[in-house]
């Protein structure tokens, strides 16, 4: 299957989601995937191959976190994003297609897939993506209003390498599966988590949510807050 056929499939998730996205962004979305499957065979971008698959375990995925980092970031509202660990673009260049105002950097430790998200930029025409080719820890940059991660690291390992990267009024949003409960208890001190929120993904029969973190307050009590 081609990913122009998946067009109505794309129509019926973005509704579902109660997300407004008009057809030349569903058009973008799915020139994207096409990018990403035409890469995919030579580079090895995803394990998921088939073009429906990757609609639902990555496209599904990451726009079922649009509306959350919406309501937190404010949608058409100018921010500084960095996924971390992006891979191919996920949900990095998601979130540039859905959020022109959104400056996103990919941060990537693996220089090809640091060059398929250059590439997508350019196909896709969206000059508020930007991809590094570095570990995160290494990275210098100004402080992110939201650090996000989907399937990169642990979250104590997450925060750990990304901490001197957040702007002091920023969050963290780790994609996760199920409730990372050891993780949750491993972190480390000062980091409050805020809301574990269950997401729905359609079309996909699997758990999944979105860990919310930031710097803890000096006068917080301790331990972890969340729900």
Known sequence: MRPEALAPALAGICESL???VDAATQQKLLAYLALLQRW????????????AEMLTQHLADCLAVVGPLRRELGAGTPRRILDVGSGGGLPG???AVLE??????????VGKKAAFIRQAAVELGLRNLS???????????????????RAF??????????????????????????TPEGELAALPAGIAVFHVEPIAVPGLDAERCIVWMREAKPDAPPGLVHS
């Open 18 to 20: 109660g997300l407004a």
């Open 153 to 178: 690291a642990s979250l104590p390992d997450f925060v750990t390498l990304t901490r001197k990267l957040l702007a002091p009024t920023g969050v963290w949003a780790a994609m996760k599966g199920k």
């Open 40 to 51: 995919n065979t030579t580079y090895n971008l995803t394990a998921v191959r088939e073009p």
């Open 100 to 109: 022109p105002e959104w400056a996103v950097t990919c941060v990537d430790a």
């Open 93 to 95: 260049v998601v979130l």
């Open 131 to 149: 991809a590094e080719h570095a570990r995160v820890e290494a990275l210098k940059a100004p402080g992110f209003d939201l650090i996000t991660s």
